[in-house]
């Protein structure tokens, strides 16, 4: 956690039961109450680089519709997809797709 830090980054630690629908409620509230808004997608390393593309692509394309159901899908902007932004590496799908419309290098 400390490194994280280090890098200028913020955190928090929670504890939570994620196989229980109520502790992923308060779990959600409590993050968005000391970080902000929940605007990150984190896939397993093993998903495959073309699912991870397309729903990098569908996330995009479909952007406004995605934010009339969540808020956040508004400021799901191109432009701030870069590496230093992520905190942590893109999926090789995802960044692809991304370097396919110029928003990655």
């Known amino acids: 956690f400390a490194e994280f830090q280090a890098l200028g980054l913020r955190g928090a630690l929670f504890k ?7 502790q992923v409620a308060r779990l959600h509230r409590a993050i968005a109450k000391k ?4 605007d990150i997608l984190v896939v397993n ?22 934010g009339m159901v969540h808020a956040e899908g508004k400021n799901l902007k191109l ?5 230093a932004n992520a905190g ?12 396919e419309v110029g ?3």
Do not use: C, N, W
């Open 79 to 83: 432009e701030l997809q870069k590496k």
């Open 16 to 22: 939570a039961d994620v196989t229980s629908e109520a």
């Open 45 to 66: 390393a093993k998903m495959s680089d073309d699912l991870a593309y397309e729903i990098t692509k569908v996330l995009f394309e479909k952007r406004d519709e995605l």
């Open 88 to 99: 942590i590496p893109f999926h090789p799908g995802a960044a692809r797709y991304l370097k």
């Open 35 to 38: 970080l902000g808004p929940v």
């Open 103 to 105: 928003a990655l290098k």
